[in-house]
């Protein structure tokens, strides 16, 4: 029995330890605090950066408990779908949300550095850490990961052309059997870059790739 409990709190041990890893990848992300709530016993595929998630999530004042944020009433209560990485939330659950299986819950405490800082967004005052109660219903390989990039990346040069991108765009359409014409790529195309290539030099970087502007839950 001993060793069980033994085995067991080195299992737990190792996932702590496994976790304060992926948090402290990077410095600025050292203070999210998760805790896993619930673990699903199996897990075929686990969030990464880029990939297409679908979560709920309620957000609550540390200070007081108060909740502030629900996924289930908003907006007709449907699970929420975004990008993993690339701040289409807010900082500390693009961070907390990594490396987490379908049906996995967790708690994730942001400090307000890395939510809404100090001047806050109503109905979150100024300097407020969050907690996050958070349940990861699905994740996919997303438009935005980096094997998409690398694939459309044809030279390898770290920068997408837009014939690099109409040629992807192509080989996806006849790929799901849908073939279009040339003025429906160019379209696409001129939209993809419009979005993309922030500094309108006509190639898409990885980092231009990986970035959006807003920030909201
Ligand atoms: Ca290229
Ligand atoms: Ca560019």
Redesign the pocket.
Request: aromatic share 0%; proline share 0%.
């Given at each position: 029995m001993s060793k069980f409990i033994f085995l067991y709190c080195s299992f737990i041990l190792l996932q702590m330890l496994l976790l304060f890893v992926v948090a402290s990848e990077d410095d600025s992300n050292s203070e999210v605090k998760i805790e896993v709530v619930f673990m699903p016993s199996e897990c075929n595929q686990k969030s990464k950066k880029g990939d297409l998630i679908n979560v709920h999530y309620d957000g609550y004042l540390a200070e007081d408990g108060s909740q502030f944020y629900c996924s289930r009433s908003d907006k007709a209560g449907h699970p929420q779908w975004f990008v993993l990485g690339v701040g289409q939330v807010i900082k500390g659950l693009d961070v907390g949300m990594v490396d987490m299986c379908p049906g996995e819950k967790r708690k994730i405490t942001v400090p307000s550095s890395l939510g809404f800082g100090e001047k806050g967004k109503a109905p979150v005052p100024p300097n407020a850490t969050l907690v996050f109660e958070v349940e990861l219903y699905s994740v996919s390989r997303g438009p935005r990961s980096m094997e998409a990039f690398q694939e459309?990346?044809?030279?390898?040069?770290?920068?997408?052309?837009k014939e690099?991108v109409k040629h992807y765009l192509k080989l996806e359409y006849e790929r799901t059997g849908t073939p279009k014409d040339e003025p429906f790529y160019e379209k696409i195309m001129a939209d993809i870059f419009r979005k993309s290539d922030h500094d309108s030099n006509g190639?898409i970087t990885s980092k231009e790739y990986n970035v959006y502007e807003h920030d909201e839950l």
């Open positions: 459309i990346d044809l030279d390898k040069d770290k920068t997408l052309t690099e190639l």
